[in-house]
């Protein structure tokens, strides 16, 4: 909470003309972006507070989006054209269309003929009229701002028949500032609730008051450094203030979301999602299958009394 109070009152601070450069410019010297003069990000989404954050300090930051069957570019967002939220306009020459379920539609001269010497696999990409099926769930907006929802497969079911985009939901509660990761539960339930992973350096930043620039990128290294300063990371994995703190994040992001995408439970893991567990693909993108087969049991706590 108080983080996100930070982020309202920098806000402020932005729109005073006097006090606006010397942020600004003392802010982009100290994160490398003094020479910056946009950026383009892609393949998984940022949460649209950070991105407005960062306009505000003239420091532009596009989405855009593609897959390597479109020779990596369909849309993006630039100075001009931008709306955050949103992965930006189609390119000139690229038609983009909704399938009736959802499924955003590619087709253009940059889409591929097909995978090599694979036609089942291509059937199955590119139908007759010579639109490619992304597996990408969207939709496009009246002035022709393309937004992503989430994965076609990953598109969960409630037992109530509402369907509940997780990436969307997953990406809004790992705002809170000491959150690493949110993996939402909700496939064929009666309701949504989600593991939460601790970020380390978080802690020795929001919690122990260390200088960022002093928190080793290592996460193993933070873990130790935690230990050596007397304060492991099972104090905060089971910490009642901890949960105190995080449960009034969710109350208060769960206001975003109908009453269907809310979470109504969450429990906080002991560790974080690792690739040697198989719960991350090396690009730290999360396997749904894998992270619900680990923690099996505590998902299933969670739905005790449902």
Request: overall charge negative; aromatic content about 8%.
């Amino acid at each position: 909470k108080a983080a996100l109070d930070a982020k309202v009152i920098l806000r402020i601070l932005l729109k005073i003309p006097v006090i606006s450069g010397k942020i600004k410019g003392k802010l982009k010297a100290k994160i490398g972006f003094s020479e910056n003069r946009f950026s383009i990000t892609g393949a998984a989404p940022i949460n649209p507070d950070i991105l407005t954050l960062f306009h505000s300090l003239d420091i532009p930051i596009f989405e855009g989006y593609g897959m390597t069957e479109d020779t990596a570019g369909a849309t993006l967002n630039y100075a001009g054209n931008n709306k955050i939220g949103t992965v930006g306009k189609p390119f000139p020459g690229t038609e983009m269309d909704v399938a009736a379920d959802g499924e955003l539609l590619i087709r253009g001269p940059h889409v591929m003929k097909g995978y090599y010497r694979n036609p089942e696999a291509t059937a199955d990409a590119i139908d007759s009229d010579g639109w490619l099926h992304t597996g990408d769930v969207g939709s496009i907006d009246s002035e022709g701002y393309v937004k992503i929802t989430g994965r076609k497969k990953e598109i969960y079911v409630s037992s109530g028949g509402k369907n509940i985009a997780p990436l969307v939901i997953e990406e809004t509660f790992k705002v809170i500032p000491i959150i690493s990761q949110c993996f939402l539960v909700g496939d064929g339930r009666k309701y949504c609730s989600a593991l939460f992973t601790l970020d380390a350096s978080a802690i020795l930043r929001d919690k122990l008051g260390m200088d960022p620039n002093d928190i080793p990128k290592d996460p193993a290294k933070q873990f130790t450094m935690l230990d050596e300063l007397g304060h492991p990371f099972s104090d905060y994995t089971g910490s009642a203030e901890v949960r105190a703190e995080v449960q009034a994040a969710v109350d208060e992001l769960n206001q975003k979301f109908s009453n269907p995408e809310q979470l109504k439970k969450f429990a906080i893991l002991p560790r974080d999602f690792t690739v040697d567990d198989g719960e991350l693909t090396p690009t730290v993108k999360i396997r749904r299958k894998q992270i619900n087969e680990n923690w099996a049991d505590v998902i299933e706590a969670m739905y005790a009394d449902a």
